[in-house]
């Protein structure tokens, strides 16, 4: 059985490696051209998302073999070009495109062949960075993304996570999509999870393959900071193509950002590449997007900005309105934050111990949950009630709440621990110094000796 299947896949590779030759003897012969044209059409028939437009192009692209239109092509460059401007005067799809491959010097089916050609790709995985050209925080705090495309999620969800946490705490996004010219749905939900904080139909894709309909929505977890009422500014241009601009009308008709520029390219219809032969390609769409609010795409019509302008122009109006509304999102952070905290300092000015608990929990959440205070800066408060305000029980109160919020910090246990020795309370002091030794072992912590030693310190002086 072995020796079959070794004897068929030899026998394989000889037929491809005699096509291949056939291929590079024949250069562009006429009856190259017609296989080309063939295999183009068959395709196209098999894979389009529409199959009547399919049937149609494949009746146009034979028509013009056979009124000698390729005849004068020597390149397979310029075959690729006159292809593509063929089949899409029928479709009219800006995705469906011939491309020649890139051939190298070294000779095809050879060990030299497939080493230039994996250093190839990964010079331009390197150089491609996921995608993220440029990142940035400009004075007046605002995150700037230059995203030249949608790269695999699978592969550079971590490169993502990595600039979004650079421009994180910034007032005001601008996403620069006007070199974009695509990529992967998956990507385009995941960044656009992060402008989200509940739950969003973004967008649908059906696939005549399986006549299937996907649907994509907001995440309810990225591995980062959401920023659901940060203003949010899209740049985009003519360059601007299918997963840009999936990205774009997302934002757009989920009214979460404002779009400056030009109107985009108009690709809706997603798919994939297809090896013609070994010269030429084709991408060929088998999808096609559906908006859940439009119901419709941008597909040969674009996504027009909000705010129209020349392409000189697009980026100096972008940064004047994100400035703008960076300064005013402080302004109004700042009225918010003032209200937290003033409502947080009037709980613990009436301080009761137990009785105010529940109070003192709710107030510091939503200083939490506001981005206001942490557990190191309740910690803090907990110590300058203590030791600077002279207010014991209120300290007392501070360090408990912070262990109902942050029960997995040996720190807190620590904290509370200190305070009920200060206060005399020995026997609970000793308890929460044990717990603390407890939670620091559990986690590993460098500082679980110091811990110890503080519980050692509560023992002797209560004599135990």
Not at 117 to 143: C, P
Not at 200 to 216: A, K, Q, V
Not at 223 to 237: A, D, I, Q, R, W
Request: charged fraction near 25%; charge should be negative; proline fraction near 3%.
């Amino acid at each position: 059985m072995m020796k079959n299947v070794l004897r068929n896949s030899m026998l394989s590779a000889v037929l491809v490696l005699a096509t291949l030759s056939t291929h590079a003897q024949e250069a562009l012969s006429k009856n190259y051209k017609k296989e080309v044209v063939n295999k183009l059409s068959e395709l196209i028939v098999e894979r389009y998302v529409f199959e009547d437009v399919a049937l149609e192009t494949e009746k146009h692209l034979k028509k013009q073999l056979k009124k000698g239109r390729f005849n004068e092509l020597t390149t397979n460059e310029d075959f690729a070009k006159a292809l593509t401007e063929t089949v899409q005067e029928i479709n009219h799809d800006k995705h469906m495109r011939v491309r020649a491959e890139k051939q190298y010097e070294e000779p095809e089916n050879t060990i030299d062949y497939q080493i230039a050609k994996r250093i190839d790709q990964l010079n331009r995985s390197w150089w491609y960075n996921g995608g993220f050209i440029e990142t940035k925080v400009i004075k007046g705090n605002v995150g700037y993304i230059k995203l030249g495309g949608f790269a695999p999620f699978y592969m550079y969800q971590d490169y993502t996570d990595a600039y979004m946490k650079l421009i994180a705490n910034t007032d005001a996004v601008i996403v620069d999509l006007t070199a974009n010219g695509g990529g992967d749905p998956n990507m385009v939900q995941y960044l656009c999870s992060f402008f989200f904080d509940d739950k969003r139909h973004l967008n649908s894709l059906y696939f005549r393959e399986g006549d299937i309909t996907e649907e994509f929505w907001t995440l309810e977890e990225v591995n980062g900071k959401k920023m659901p009422n940060v203003p949010l500014f899209v740049m985009t241009s003519k360059r601007t193509f299918s997963g840009a601009e999936e990205f774009s009308y997302n934002m757009q008709t989920q009214k979460r950002a404002t779009l400056v520029g030009q109107t985009t390219g108009g690709g809706a219809n997603p798919g994939g590449t297809m090896m013609i032969n070994p010269n030429l390609s084709v991408f060929i769409p088998g999808g096609t997007a559906i908006n859940p609010i439009t119901k419709t795409n941008w597909e040969g019509v674009g996504v027009k900005p909000e705010i129209e302008t020349s392409v000189e122009e697009t980026y100096d109006k972008t940064l004047a309105l994100a400035l703008a509304a960076a300064e005013k999102h402080r302004e109004n952070k700042a009225s918010e934050y003032k209200r937290l905290l003033t409502h947080l300092y009037e709980v613990l000015e009436n301080y009761e111990g137990t009785a105010s608990d529940e109070a003192l929990n709710e107030a510091l959440t939503a200083c939490i949950d506001a981005e206001l205070l942490d557990e190191g800066e309740i910690n803090m408060m907990g110590y300058e009630h203590l030791m600077n305000l002279q207010q014991p029980f209120t300290a007392e109160g501070i360090f408990k709440a912070n262990i109902k919020l942050y029960p997995n910090s040996a720190n807190t246990y620590d904290s509370y621990a200190e305070a009920n020795l200060m206060n005399g309370k020995t026997d609970i002091a000793i308890e929460f110094y044990e717990k603390a030794v407890q939670v620091a072992k559990d986690n590993n912590s460098p500082d679980a000796e110091m811990f110890q030693r503080n519980l050692d310190n509560a023992k002797e002086k209560a004599g135990k």
